[in-house]
C-alpha cells in the first residue's frame, strides 16, 4: 500500500509541475531584476557602446580607403577591423531581443568564410545587399578577415584586387560587408539602449531566458565553435580551417581569449557591490560551487594561455592541447548548466544538438 | 502530447484501484505499469496512423561495422579503404552506407575530447596494424607464416576451418576492433548518450508540449529514445526491426556482429535467461512512458536498460577469459589452433568496452578508463597472450576483479549451462 501511496504522489506532483514553475519563478530567494539590471549597466551597455564606436572608426577607416586605396589606408583599416573584432566578442553573448530576431551573431560571425564560387559572387547583386540567409557565411568579419588579409599573400597582391580588372565590385563588396556590420550593430545596441533593455532590467520573467542564452552561447560558440571543431571533437578528424580569423590565425587565439575573459567577467561580476551570478549564489549559501566554477573558469583561464596564438598551428603540431581546452571549458559547461541552473531553480530551455 | 484531464484522472484511478490489492506488497511485474499502454511490439504511431519510430542512422552504422570488419580480414585491403569507410563513410561496397554518417565521429562520443581522442586512436590504430601487418603485407593467408612468440602469424583452425590471425601478442586484432566497438559505439551510444538526452529538461518539456521535430512525426525525445533502441536492434532484418528477439534470439538468425549478438550470447546460459526479453519490454515500456509524458517511468526502464546491457559486456569479459584459461588448460593444441587466443582476443575487446558501462546507482561506468587502461596494460604486458599461458593465475585474477564490481559471479558467467 506504501508503495502505491508514493506513486500517487510522484504522479500528483508530476500534474502539478506546471503550477509550481510559476510559482518559483515568483519566490526566487534572490533578487533577480536587481541582477538583470546590474547586468545591463555594467556589462551590456558598457560593451555595446564600446563594440558601436569602434564599428564607427571602422566606418571611418573603410570610407578612407575607399576613397583613396593605398597601403597605409589598408593597414589602418585592417587595424580597425582587430579593433572592432575584438570588441565584438565581448558583445556575442547577448543573444537576444534585437540581437536575436536580426541574426545578429550568425550575420556577422559565421565561420568559416564560404570560398566557393568567390569570384562570381562579388560580380553578382547578391554580395551588394548579404540580407539573405544564403549569405550568412559570406559577411560579417570572416568576410572583412577574407577581404583584408586573405585575398592574396602580400599587401600588393591584396590591394590590387580593389584597384585591378573587377576592383569596383570587389571594393562595393568590402564596403557592404562593413556597412552591414555598422547597420546590424545599430539596430542592436538601440535595442538594449531603449525598448527592450528597459524591459530586460525590469521583468523578473527575463532572468530564465538570459542565463539560458549565456550558457549557450558559452557551450556551442566558446567551446564548439571555437575550439571543439577545429581540434576534431565531433568528427574524430581535425580540422584546422575551422578555426576563427582563418586568413589572419595569429589572431585566432587573442580574439578566443577575449570571449573567455569576458563570459567569465559576466559570471563574476566587475567589483564587489555588484550583483552578479556569483554573488547569488554566495548569497544563498553556496560559495562552494560558487568556488568551483570560478576555479574551472581559471584552469579553463590557464589551459587556454597555454595554446599557440595561431590555433591552426596548434591544431596542427599539437592537437592535445586543445583538448584539453576543450576539456576545461566543458567543465564549465557542466557546472553552469546542471549545478548553477539546478541551485536558480532556471530550466535550461535549448536543446543539445545531437541525432541523426 | 499534452496529457488531457480525462487521461490524468483514469491513470490516478487506475492507481487507487490497484492499490486497493496491493496488501501483499506484491511486484510489479517488469513492463507493466499501471495506466501505461505498452504495445506488444516496438509499434508507435500518431494519430493519423503514420510511425513515429526512426533509427535508420543506427542501422547504417550498425551495417557500416560489418563491412567493415569483412575487410579487416581480406588480404589486399588498404589502410586507406579501411580508414575511408571507418573515418570517411566513404567506399563501401553497399553503396547505400557511404554517405555523412560514420562510425568514429560517433565513438566514445560522450568522453572527455582527451579521453575520447584516446579511444579514436586506438581504433584507428588496430586498423593501422592489421594493413601493416597482415593485409598490405601478404596478398594471402598461404603467404603468412604461422605464429610465434613475439611474431605475427596465422594459427589454423581444426578440421580445415581456416585461420586465426594474429599480432606479436597472439591479439586478434579483427576481435579487439569489434567486441571494443560494442562497447565504444553501441553501448555509450545507448546508455550514455541518447537514453540520457531523453532525460533533458529542455527535451522533456518539448516532449510534453507536443513540438515535433521539423518535417518529421516524433518529438527529439521519441527520436533520441528510439535511436537507442536502433544501436541495440538496427541490423534486424526489417521485417522483425519492431520484434527481433521473434527471430534473431535464435543463435543461427543473429545477424548483427555487436551489442545484440551478445545479448543473444548471455540469453542463452541459464544464469541469465530472460536478459534479453528484460531490455526489449524496457525499451517499449520506456517509449510508451514518453508518448505518456510519464519522465519518472522512463528513466526507471532507461537504467534497467543500462543496467542490463552494461552487465553483458561485464559477463561476456568474464566468459572469454574463463574460456581462454580452460583452453590453455587443455593443452598446447588449443592454442596452436587459435581457439585459446581466439577467446581471450574477444575478452580483450569486452575488457576495452567496460569503460562505457553505465551504473544507473552512481550513473558512472563500472570502471573508469584509467582502470580499463590498467586491465589492458595487464594483457599485453611482455609478449601479451603469449606470456599469459604461462600465468593463467593472471588472466583468472582479472576476470575475479571485473565479477566483483557486477552482480553476478565468475561461475555464472563462465558457465556454459545452456539455457532451457
Excluded at chain 1, 591552426?312 to 566543458?330: C, H, I, S
Excluded at chain 2, 501483499?24 to 501505461?36: H, K, S, T
Aim: with cysteine; proline share 2%; net charge negative.
Amino acid at each position: 500500500m506504501k508503495k502505491c501511496f508514493v506513486l500517487l504522489l510522484i504522479v500528483m506532483s508530476f500534474f502539478s509541475c506546471d503550477d509550481d514553475l510559476v510559482s518559483n519563478e515568483e519566490n526566487r530567494l534572490f533578487d533577480s531584476v536587481g541582477f538583470l539590471s546590474n547586468v545591463l549597466t555594467n556589462h551590456i551597455l558598457p560593451e555595446f557602446r564600446t563594440f558601436s564606436s569602434d564599428v564607427v572608426d571602422l566606418i571611418e577607416a573603410k570610407d578612407a580607403f575607399v576613397v583613396d586605396k593605398t597601403i597605409e589606408n589598408l593597414l589602418n583599416f585592417r587595424n580597425q577591423y582587430l579593433v572592432a573584432y575584438t570588441s565584438y566578442q565581448s558583445v556575442a553573448k547577448y543573444g537576444l531581443g534585437r540581437s536575436a530576431t536580426i541574426n545578429f551573431n550568425q550575420n556577422l560571425n559565421t565561420f568559416p568564410f564560404n570560398l566557393v564560387e568567390l569570384e562570381a559572387f562579388v560580380l553578382s547583386d547578391q554580395s551588394k545587399e548579404l540580407t539573405s540567409v544564403n549569405t550568412q557565411n559570406r559577411q560579417g568579419f570572416p568576410a572583412a578577415d577574407f577581404l583584408l588579409n586573405g585575398l592574396a599573400d602580400t599587401d600588393e597582391g591584396i590591394l590590387a584586387f580593389y584597384t585591378g580588372e573587377n576592383g569596383t565590385d570587389y571594393t562595393q563588396y568590402l564596403s557592404t560587408v562593413v556597412d552591414r556590420i555598422d547597420s546590424l550593430s545599430e539596430q542592436a545596441s538601440n535595442d538594449w539602449e531603449g525598448t527592450f533593455g528597459n524591459e530586460f532590467s525590469s521583468d523578473s520573467e527575463f532572468f530564465n531566458l538570459y542565463v539560458n542564452t549565456y550558457i549557450q552561447y558559452f557551450e556551442s560558440t566558446l567551446r564548439t565553435m571555437k575550439i571543439g571543431f577545429p581540434a576534431g571533437v565531433n568528427t574524430g578528424t581535425i580540422s584546422p580551417i575551422s578555426i576563427e580569423s582563418l586568413y589572419k590565425p595569429e589572431e585566432s587565439r587573442g580574439l578566443y581569449l577575449e570571449a573567455l575573459a569576458s563570459s567569465r567577467l559576466l559570471y563574476t561580476g566587475i567589483n564587489e557591490e555588484q550583483s552578479s551570478l556569483s554573488k547569488i549564489l554566495i548569497n544563498l549559501g553556496e560559495e562552494g560551487l560558487d568556488a568551483r566554477i570560478k576555479i574551472a573558469f581559471l584552469e579553463a583561464q590557464s589551459q587556454s594561455n597555454r595554446l599557440n596564438e595561431n590555433l591552426r598551428l596548434q591544431v596542427e603540431t599539437d592537437n592535445n592541447e586543445m583538448l584539453l581546452t576543450r576539456d576545461a571549458l566543458q567543465e564549465v559547461v557542466r557546472l553552469l548548466k546542471v549545478d548553477l541552473t539546478s541551485k536558480l531553480n532556471v530550466s535550461i530551455t535549448f536543446q543539445d544538438n545531437d541525432g541523426d | 502530447m499534452k496529457l488531457t484531464n480525462f487521461l490524468k484522472l483514469s491513470i490516478t484511478a487506475a492507481i487507487l484501484a490497484s492499490c486497493g490489492s496491493d496488501d501483499n506488497d506484491a511486484e510489479v511485474a517488469p513492463g507493466l505499469v499501471p495506466g501505461l499502454e505498452v504495445p506488444s511490439t516496438y509499434v508507435f504511431v500518431n494519430e493519423e496512423g503514420e510511425s513515429t519510430v526512426d533509427f535508420s542512422g543506427q542501422t547504417t552504422r550498425l551495417r557500416q561495422g560489418i563491412e567493415i570488419l569483412k575487410d579487416f580480414t581480406t588480404f589486399g585491403t588498404t589502410q586507406e579503404l579501411l580508414d575511408g569507410k571507418f573515418a570517411g563513410g566513404e567506399g563501401f561496397i553497399d553503396a547505400t552506407l557511404n554517405g555523412s554518417k560514420t562510425i568514429k565521429s560517433k565513438v566514445a562520443e560522450t568522453f572527455s575530447a582527451v579521453n575520447q581522442a584516446e579511444v579514436r586512436a586506438v581504433f584507428d590504430g588496430y586498423i593501422e596494424d592489421q594493413a601493416d601487418i597482415l593485409l598490405e603485407e601478404f596478398a594471402n593467408a598461404e603467404a603468412v607464416s604461422v605464429a610465434t612468440v613475439g611474431n605475427v602469424g596465422k594459427l589454423e583452425r581444426a578440421g580445415g576451418a581456416g585461420f586465426r590471425f594474429v599480432n606479436a601478442n597472439g591479439l586478434e586484432l579483427n576481435q579487439a576492433f569489434n567486441k571494443g566497438l560494442i562497447g565504444a559505439l553501441a553501448l555509450d551510444q545507448i546508455v550514455n548518450d541518447y537514453l540520457t538526452l531523453t532525460e533533458g529538461v529542455a527535451e522533456q518539456a518539448a516532449n510534453t508540449g507536443g513540438l515535433l521535430v521539423e518535417g518529421k512525426t516524433y518529438t527529439d525525445a521519441e527520436h533520441h529514445w528510439d535511436e537507442a533502441y536502433g544501436y541495440l536492434y538496427g541490423a534486424s532484418d526489417e521485417e522483425v526491426l519492431a520484434n527481433p528477439n521473434s527471430r534473431h534470439l535464435e543463435r543461427a538468425n543473429v545477424v548483427d556482429a555487436f551489442l545484440y549478438k551478445y545479448l543473444q550470447r548471455a540469453e542463452e546460459d541459464a544464469d541469465f535467461k530472460g536478459i534479453a526479453d528484460e531490455v526489449f519490454q524496457a525499451f517499449k515500456t520506456g517509449r510508451a512512458a514518453i508518448v505518456a509524458n510519464d519522465y519518472v517511468e522512463s528513466k526507471r526502464q532507461a537504467d534497467i536498460i543500462r543496467r542490463q546491457l552494461s552487465e553483458v559486456i561485464g559477463i561476456r569479459a568474464v566468459f572469454y577469459i574463463k574460456e581462454g584459461v580452460r583452453r590453455i588448460g587443455l593443452g598446447q593444441a588449443e592454442i596452436n589452433n587459435g581457439n585459446a587466443f581466439h577467446d581471450l582476443s574477444e575478452g580483450y575487446g569486452f575488457v576495452y568496452s567496460l569503460q562505457f558501462t553505465n551504473d544507473p546507482t552512481t550513473g558512472e561506468a563500472y570502471f573508469s578508463p584509467a582502470e580499463v587502461k590498467g586491465f589492458i596494460e595487464r594483457l599485453d604486458a611482455e609478449n601479451g597472450f603469449w606470456t599469459l599461458a604461462d600465468n593463467t593465475a593472471e588472466l583468472n585474477a582479472i576476470a575475479d576483479e571485473i565479477a566483483a564490481r557486477f552482480n553476478f559471479t565468475v561461475e555464472q558467467a563462465e558457465s556454459l549451462d545452456a539455457a532451457n
